[in-house]
């Protein structure tokens, strides 16, 4: 169980059983979305967001050549491109495929995981990764931090 879980326990492993979990409700309890057009296009719309956001955010990484992993030490304090926009734009990008998938498959029922993912998340990773910015670049985090959300 500990190799499982240590497996398990990063970011797209949470994604991964959050989107099993909203498509497992779906195939245990059909029938739980209203059957709107919409939530098909905005599920797409929400997905390719949330694809556009990693993707931004991995090429600020790539550019300052600092890691993407989660709870390593990061050479370099990325502030600029997405990072003007939100802290965390990967882990928006998570909640937004999340969110966007449980739209595209109708079960609205689910909309709850897209929240209790954040919540996991935001336990999980961003906070002890916030600390560790704070530890290493110090007020430049805390002014950065004061001006851009956590989230959106």
Do not use: C, H
Not at 56 to 84: C, D
Request: aromatic share 14%; charged share 15%; no cysteine.
């Amino acid at each position: 169980m500990g190799t499982f879980f240590r497996w398990i326990d990063i970011p797209p492993g949470w994604l991964a059983l959050s989107v099993g979990a909203a498509w497992g409700l779906d195939a245990l309890v059909p029938g739980l979305g209203f059957g709107w057009s919409w939530s098909r296009v905005l599920g797409d719309g929400l997905i390719a967001l949330g694809l556009g956001a990693m993707g931004l955010a991995l090429w600020e990484f790539l550019r300052a050549k600092t890691t993407f992993i989660p709870r390593q030490v990061p050479s370099a304090f990325l502030k600029r491109g997405i990072y003007r926009l939100t802290r965390n734009p990967i882990y928006l990008g998570d909640a937004m495929i999340l969110a966007g998938l449980i739209l595209r498959w109708d079960v609205l029922a689910a909309l709850p995981l897209v929240p209790a993912f954040a919540a996991l998340i935001t336990r999980r990773f961003i906070l002890g990764e916030e600390a560790g910015l704070l530890a290493a670049f110090g007020d430049e985090f805390i002014e950065w931090a004061a001006q851009v959300r956590r989230w959106l």
